[in-house]
């Protein structure tokens, strides 16, 4: 039985219209919802110009496997944040960066220790590891990546911009 965690992401990048039967598919397939405890997303939901953040309780492992697969695979970046399990991990957060990251796959994803509330934690080893003040910095910095807005392209097939839903 897997352990099962409070988690949320946040996504963002650039989208052909084309893609987003698929993008609905995995989040459905998933579970998720704008909200904690929400009805699931309905296509109609989505909403070009800015970044897309769902959420669910209850999530195995603390992470969206195919939702996390879809937006690498179509370049998607995003933000993960997941709660603690008691005994088997804390709080943390994953983030991979779309279009601008220049690994593949699941290497680009770096992973961050956050409290609860999706802060950045840094412990004295990693501190120690980083060695200067300036690397400390550029980790936290780093770790706060701004995840873009998500943009639907091609608005000539479904999508419509300025904070109306793309039709169902």
Known sequence: MADRVSAQITIGGSLPASAIPAL???????????????????????????????????????????????????????????????????????????????REGEEGVDDYDASDDDQTLMGEQLARHLGSYEAIVAHFERASFAVPPLEITDPTDCARTDATAVPA
């Open 24 to 102: 609905i598919a995995a989040i459905q397939d998933e579970g998720l919802s704008t909200e904690y405890d929400g009805e699931p997303l309905e296509p109609g939901e989505l909403v070009s110009g800015y970044p897309l953040t769902l959420c669910a309780h209850e999530v195995a492992w603390g992470t969206f496997r195919i939702l996390e697969a879809f937006c690498r695979t179509h370049r998607l970046a995003y933000s993960r944040w997941f709660g603690a399990c008691s005994g088997a991990w804390g709080s943390g957060r994953s983030i991979y960066r779309g279009a601008l990251e220049l």
